[in-house]
């Protein structure tokens, strides 16, 4: 059969879910009529459309103002960004082989598109020339954020270096999507399978075999790789050979197939940072966060390496001498939970039951938000997710007035990324009309059919942080798509989410989903007062492979040499970052580190602790107001989550708490002090 005619392709074209807004309620996608071949012909009409939006703009002949160009550049793009929207959380949470094909090929044009519109000059041109009398607030910080954007993007570079730029720019997309469907694969590829189920002692020998089953693996036990180094069952596995081969699979990810990629990337966005007249990427990332200068975050982490070690130092200490031997890197989990177990009585596997998803969810997270902000959740089985796991609920305001979706995908399977995340299908915006639709993505193991999914009180954790996300998202109330949700600074997106973990420990929430998915007995106070007095347990730890982490990721990106090779360069990196613990790998290697080379957080991974400042110092607020109060939720809605970015994020910071924010409550939380 011949290539199609045009004739031929009109009756596909003319049904593509994406040509016209969605009629579902909020406009959720209408994921039961998008097929694989309505992606493409939308993401090329979608470009075509948004370049022939811009054109007219700027070919109007009257002067510019706000209305005819900053207003003409928001309400443009709109059939590019409902495709995007949908496949990017698509081939994140369940990709597949056409899907990654269509990555590759599209990801390089949409570079080139959005540099298309910001070296525009004629575009660039209208927004510095218009009047700013009588903008409103909003307005004048919106013109503003454009020309930072504009100017960012390379706005005023002469025409060779333009060049030079979109070149740069291009092949990072293709850099940045080869590292991700790498990861993907090799993550995949890299699952421990064994066939003696004695290996597996100390965790659930059905979980594995239902991994093994999902891939096909009939017979057989799996244990699927998450995506830090720290893998789940290295804490419980009793068997040190397996532990061995879990943490060798899990370091060993992206090896080979993401080598050459991190260092020719990141000598490719030193080269962009200079053309742009920064000294390094680092520089170029941070002139437009919360933090003042690369100084200032430099000067935080040397403040915290010290004591961090230190306290892990100690901590190997103990853990020898419970296990009476020299340790290994794989033997840390495993001996930390013997020697808190001892310490505080608490043993994982006797917890795991009263964390049950669907009590966590409803009764916990659900029922936090309810109580903080007054909005209620109700499932709506009549409308589809992307994925048959994929749940949707409609949310309600505090006055029963419609707020948005929020959809979530809890279970990890082979098509997925490792993490947890969240996206906006929809983004709230008064000037467009619409209300959000927002996503939440987790990697729980999903249990056999018919079993319960118990929960780690690292998982719920996960599920309330994310779930702070999905408020920043909910609560949104801007006039400009622009400035919805989370488009915020990378170091203070992580902040209102950080907070939103704080209710998973608060007495009246605990209580009310920390119950035995059995009998529904409430997790004994004992066991519940041993289990908040070990939260600073094994702080050392964990702080130090966040801390070698951040600061492997600030030495990719502030680098004098160019690196030959990924693994001698984080050799010395971390030495010379005084984080080189042998016990203590850092939380992401290089080769598998997706929050820096795929996922928008290169230079920006200190931004966590950067925000966990801010979370410390909202959470001691909390505490002096009385905690979960009504007027509380409202005064951090209305001055944080429901601004996005249409204020400068350090004045909303100051509005909510009355001040400049102070280090000591990070230092005393993590046992710093």
Same mark, same amino acid.
């Given at each position: 059969?011949?290539?199609?005619?045009?004739?031929?392709?009109?009756?596909?074209?003319?049904?593509?879910?994406?040509?016209?807004?969605?009629?579902?309620?909020?406009?959720?996608?209408?994921?039961?009529?998008?097929?694989?071949?309505?992606?493409?012909?939308?993401?090329?009409?979608?470009?075509?459309?948004?370049?022939?939006?811009?054109?007219?703009?700027?070919?109007?002949?009257?002067?510019?103002?706000?209305?005819?160009?900053?207003?003409?550049?928001?309400?443009?793009?709109?059939?590019?960004?409902?495709?995007?929207?949908?496949?990017?959380?698509?081939?994140?949470?369940?990709?597949?082989?056409?899907?990654?094909?269509?990555?590759?090929?599209?990801?390089?044009?949409?570079?080139?598109?959005?540099?298309?519109?910001?070296?525009?000059?004629?575009?660039?041109?209208?927004?510095?020339?218009?009047?700013?009398?009588?903008?409103?607030?909003?307005?004048?910080?919106?013109?503003?954020?454009?020309?930072?954007?504009?100017?960012?993007?390379?706005?005023?570079?002469?025409?060779?270096?333009?060049?030079?730029?979109?070149?740069?720019?291009?092949?990072?997309?293709?850099?940045?999507?080869?590292?991700?469907?790498?990861?993907?694969?090799?993550?995949?590829?890299?699952?421990?399978?064994?066939?003696?189920?004695?290996?597996?002692?100390?965790?659930?020998?059905?979980?594995?075999?239902?991994?093994?089953?999902?891939?096909?693996?009939?017979?057989?036990?799996?244990?699927?790789?998450?995506?830090?180094?720290?893998?789940?069952?290295?804490?419980?596995?009793?068997?040190?050979?397996?532990?061995?081969?879990?943490?060798?699979?899990?370091?060993?990810?992206?090896?080979?197939?993401?080598?050459?990629?991190?260092?020719?990337?990141?000598?490719?966005?030193?080269?962009?940072?200079?053309?742009?007249?920064?000294?390094?990427?680092?520089?170029?990332?941070?002139?437009?966060?919360?933090?003042?200068?690369?100084?200032?975050?430099?000067?935080?982490?040397?403040?915290?390496?010290?004591?961090?070690?230190?306290?892990?130092?100690?901590?190997?200490?103990?853990?020898?001498?419970?296990?009476?031997?020299?340790?290994?890197?794989?033997?840390?989990?495993?001996?930390?939970?013997?020697?808190?177990? /001892?310490?505080?009585? *608490?043993? $994982?596997?006797?917890?795991? #039951?009263? %964390?049950?998803?669907?009590? @966590?969810? &409803? +009764?916990? =997270?659900?029922?936090?938000?309810?109580?903080?902000?007054?909005?209620?959740?109700?499932?709506?089985?009549?409308?589809?997710?992307?994925?048959?796991?994929?749940?949707?609920?409609?949310?309600?305001?505090?006055?029963?007035?419609?707020?948005?979706?929020?959809?979530?995908?809890?279970?990890?399977?082979?098509?997925?990324?490792?993490?947890?995340?969240?996206?906006?299908?929809?983004?709230?915006?008064?000037?467009?009309?619409?209300?959000?639709?927002?996503?939440?993505?987790?990697?729980?193991?999903?249990?056999?059919?018919?079993?319960?999914?118990?929960?780690?009180?690292?998982?719920?954790?996960?599920?309330?942080?994310?779930?702070?996300? /999905?408020?920043?998202? *909910?609560? $949104?109330?801007?006039?400009? #798509?622009? %400035?919805?949700?989370?488009? @915020?600074? &990378? +170091?203070? =997106?992580?902040?209102?989410?950080?907070?939103?973990?704080?209710?998973?420990?608060?007495?009246?929430?605990?209580?009310?989903?920390?119950?035995?998915?059995?009998?529904?007995?409430?997790?004994?106070?004992?066991?519940?007062?041993?289990?908040?007095?070990?939260?600073?347990?094994?702080?050392?730890?964990?702080?130090?492979?966040?801390?070698?982490?951040?600061?492997?990721?600030?030495?990719?990106?502030?680098?004098?040499?160019?690196?030959?090779?990924?693994?001698?360069?984080?050799?010395?990196?971390?030495?010379?970052?005084?984080?080189?613990?042998?016990?203590?790998?850092?939380?992401?290697?290089?080769?598998?580190?997706?929050?820096?080379?795929?996922?928008?957080?290169?230079?920006?991974?200190?931004?966590?602790?950067?925000?966990?400042?801010?979370?410390?110092?909202?959470?001691?607020?909390?505490?002096?107001?009385?905690?979960?109060?009504?007027?509380?939720?409202?005064?951090?809605?209305?001055?944080?989550?429901?601004?996005?970015?249409?204020?400068?994020?350090?004045?909303?910071?100051?509005?909510?708490?009355?001040?400049?924010?102070?280090?000591?409550?990070?230092?005393?939380?993590?046992?710093?002090?």
């Amino acid at each position: 059969m011949g290539p199609r005619t045009p004739r031929e392709e009109t009756p596909i074209l003319a049904v593509n879910p994406f040509f016209a807004p969605s009629s579902l309620p909020y406009r959720l996608p209408a994921f039961a009529d998008i097929e694989e071949e309505h992606y493409l012909p939308a993401f090329e009409r979608g470009m075509r459309d948004h370049l022939a939006e811009v054109e007219s703009i700027t070919a109007d002949p009257e002067p510019p103002t706000f209305e005819n160009t900053v207003a003409a550049l928001e309400r443009s793009g709109r059939l590019l960004d409902r495709v995007s929207a949908v496949f990017f959380n698509k081939s994140s949470a369940d990709s597949t082989p056409r899907l990654r094909e269509i990555q590759q090929e599209v990801t390089p044009k949409l570079t080139k598109h959005s540099d298309a519109i910001r070296l525009n000059a004629e575009l660039f041109a209208r927004l510095r020339t218009l009047p700013r009398e009588g903008l409103a607030d909003d307005e004048a910080w919106l013109l503003d954020r454009y020309l930072i954007d504009f100017v960012r993007a390379g706005a005023e570079l002469g025409p060779a270096d333009k060049e030079r730029l979109v070149e740069l720019n291009e092949e990072l997309s293709r850099l940045a999507t080869a590292f991700e469907q790498n990861l993907l694969a090799d993550t995949n590829a890299a699952a421990v399978v064994v066939e003696d189920p004695a290996l597996l002692d100390g965790i659930s020998v059905e979980a594995a075999a239902a991994t093994a089953g999902s891939r096909g693996l009939e017979g057989g036990y799996a244990l699927a790789l998450s995506l830090p180094t720290g893998q789940p069952a290295l804490a419980d596995l009793t068997d040190r050979g397996m532990r061995e081969r879990l943490h060798k699979a899990s370091v060993g990810r992206g090896a080979t197939v993401n080598a050459e990629i991190v260092v020719r990337a990141a000598r490719l966005r030193a080269e962009r940072a200079k053309l742009l007249g920064y000294a390094n990427h680092a520089e170029y990332v941070v002139a437009d966060q919360t933090a003042p200068s690369t100084e200032a975050v430099t000067e935080m982490l040397a403040k915290l390496v010290p004591p961090a070690v230190a306290n892990a130092r100690a901590e190997a200490d103990d853990l020898r001498a419970e296990a009476g031997f020299d340790l290994q890197p794989w033997d840390w989990a495993y001996y930390a939970a013997k020697v808190r177990a /001892a310490r505080y009585d *608490l043993d $994982s596997t006797r917890m795991k #039951p009263y %964390f049950e998803l669907e009590r @966590v969810l &409803r +009764d916990g =997270v659900f029922h936090a938000a309810g109580e903080l902000y007054g909005v209620t959740f109700t499932e709506r089985p009549d409308l589809r997710g992307y994925h048959p796991d994929t749940r949707v609920f409609e949310v309600a305001d505090h006055d029963g007035s419609p707020l948005g979706l929020f959809l979530g995908d809890y279970y990890a399977r082979e098509s997925k990324r490792g993490g947890a995340w969240m996206n906006s299908l929809v983004r709230q915006s008064e000037l467009l009309g619409e209300k959000p639709v927002v996503v939440n993505n987790l990697n729980i193991v999903k249990p056999p059919a018919g079993e319960p999914t118990l929960m780690t009180f690292d998982e719920v954790t996960t599920m309330f942080h994310e779930f702070g996300h /999905a408020l920043h998202g *909910l609560f $949104s109330d801007v006039r400009f #798509p622009r %400035f919805s949700g989370t488009a @915020v600074p &990378r +170091d203070f =997106v992580e902040y209102p989410s950080q907070v939103n973990e704080m209710w998973a420990v608060w007495p009246e929430i605990l209580a009310n989903y920390a119950k035995h998915h059995e009998t529904g007995e409430p997790m004994p106070q004992a066991m519940v007062d041993r289990m908040l007095e070990a939260e600073k347990f094994n702080q050392g730890y964990t702080t130090v492979e966040y801390l070698a982490a951040t600061l492997l990721d600030w030495a990719w990106h502030t680098f004098e040499e160019p690196p030959a090779d990924w693994e001698s360069f984080e050799r010395t990196a971390l030495a010379d970052a005084g984080v080189d613990l042998p016990l203590v790998p850092p939380r992401y290697r290089s080769t598998y580190f997706a929050h820096i080379w795929s996922g928008g957080y290169s230079a920006g991974y200190y931004s966590y602790i950067w925000s966990e400042v801010l979370d410390a110092e909202s959470v001691e607020w909390f505490k002096e107001n009385g905690g979960l109060r009504r007027e509380n939720g409202d005064r951090f809605r209305r001055e944080l989550l429901a601004r996005g970015g249409s204020i400068d994020p350090m004045t909303a910071f100051r509005n909510f708490r009355g001040r400049d924010p102070h280090i000591e409550p990070l230092l005393e939380r993590r046992g710093l002090g």
